[in-house]
């Protein structure tokens, strides 16, 4: 079992829908969260972190933390073609000062 | 301000030769990360360096590979004898601490012939 998890995709979803993408970490004194968007032939860029449970919102994008289920997940709203890229999920064990990013989910947004 | 930056942004080289990457981190960030991105795949974590202590090299996939970090600033990937299969984008990460976010360099396109 891999310590992050995503859904390698594709997901294909039309433009204007949300777009949701999920993570599970293994780890349960992981602390910190992060989301990557990485377009084709670049290098990743952070969109958001969270670090406690609920949701954070920023712009389209909210990410989503349930500690108690080790889930994080980022539901993009009125997705864009724009938006098309992998998504990296990313967690931290504080403790540990480890991080570990999942292998990426990768979002088609349909005209 | 100035984010990471990576050079050379492309390098060819032939089967044998060694050759060294180069990592200039955000200023004042004390964790610097080195990563493997082969095509279509994930991150590789290859190692990591934490202000003054002792790197975590973990990850070098053989002794070929090694990593120094001078004056807690820039650091150099070197690959000597390179193989066909070390082939990929070689990305280099900062963070203020470990238990930051992390900020990425835009990458070394290593092609070995």
């Known amino acids: 079992q891999k310590e992050v998890e995503q859904n390698s995709g594709p997901l294909s979803v039309p433009e204007g829908a949300i777009a949701s993408l999920n993570c599970t970490y293994s780890?349960?004194?992981?602390?910190?969260f992060f989301w990557y968007r990485q377009y084709s032939g670049k290098s990743p860029e952070l969109i958001m972190s969270?670090?406690?449970?609920g949701d954070k919102e920023d712009g389209r994008f909210t990410a989503q933390l349930n500690k108690a289920s080790q889930y994080v997940s980022l539901l993009i709203r009125d997705s864009q073609p724009s938006d098309s890229a992998t998504y990296l999920c990313?967690?931290?064990?504080?403790?540990?000062?480890?991080?570990?990013f999942g292998d990426g989910t990768t979002l088609t947004v349909k005209p | 301000g100035a984010g990471v930056s990576q050079s050379p942004s492309n390098k060819v080289t032939e089967k044998g030769k060694d050759v060294e990457l180069r990592c200039d981190p955000i200023?004042?960030?004390?964790?610097l990360y080195w990563y493997r991105q082969s095509l279509g795949q994930g991150l590789e974590f290859l190692i990591y360096?934490?202000?003054?202590?002792?790197?975590?090299k973990s990850g070098l996939p053989s002794d070929r590979f090694s990593a120094e970090r001078t004056g807690g600033s820039v650091s150099t990937l070197t690959i000597q004898r390179t193989q066909q299969e070390d082939s990929a984008v070689y990305l280099c990460?900062?963070?203020?601490?470990?238990?930051?976010?992390?900020?990425f360099g835009p990458g070394t396109r290593l092609t070995v012939t």
């Open positions: 969270i670090y406690s449970n």
């Open positions: 360096f934490q202000g003054n202590s002792a790197p975590d």
């Open positions: 200023s004042g960030h004390t964790a």
């Open positions: 990313a967690v931290i064990n504080t403790n540990a000062g480890k991080s570990t």
């Open positions: 780890d349960r004194v992981s602390q910190s």
């Open positions: 990460a900062s963070s203020f601490t470990r238990d930051d976010e992390q900020y």
